[in-house]
């Protein structure tokens, strides 16, 4: 299990190739990568990320070994980016093994449903008429409620 979190972009691809390499047993991975999101009828221009780093990685390390145990996986890495970042940029990503599919995509959900609303990421969106704070959302609420 790893997690990091950086300022750094990284490269999706690269990240999973150097995950499926330690695929040892596995039947199947699962590979999540989310994106800056910028709408064309409601663009931003940036996205700064502020985190309390030395509970951010705690908080991620405790969701990747929980889904590790609850889901019975493998191996899974998360990797989290903070600071200011732009549009369609690689801004996390979670990757599961498991010995069967199922596995692998409910830790990938787990972890990412779960992390949307329990670790201390904060996300300020630069428009054009200025910035604003995003306020969190009821569906990641949902999303998070069905693995209590």
């Not at 590790?68 to 690689?90: K, Q």
């Not at 972890?111 to 306020?135: S, Y």
């Amino acid at each position: 299990m790893r997690v990091r979190l950086q300022a750094e972009p990284f490269d999706p691809g690269a990240e999973s190739n150097a995950f499926l390499a330690r695929a040892r047993g596995a039947g199947a991975s699962v590979t999540f990568t989310g994106l800056v999101r910028s709408l064309a009828g409601d663009p931003i221009e940036s996205m700064t990320l502020e985190h309390y780093p030395a509970l951010a990685q705690r908080q991620l390390e405790t969701l990747a070994g929980e889904a590790i145990t609850r889901f019975s996986l493998i191996d899974a890495d998360v990797i989290h980016r903070f600071g200011t970042l732009y549009p369609n940029e690689p801004i996390v990503q979670v990757m599961t093994l498991a010995p069967h599919r199922q596995a692998a995509f409910d830790g990938a959900n787990f972890i990412m449903d779960t992390l949307k609303t329990d670790a201390p990421f904060w996300k300020k969106e630069k428009r054009a008429q200025g910035e604003v704070w995003v306020e969190a959302k009821s569906g990641d609420d949902a999303a998070a409620a069905r693995w209590k």
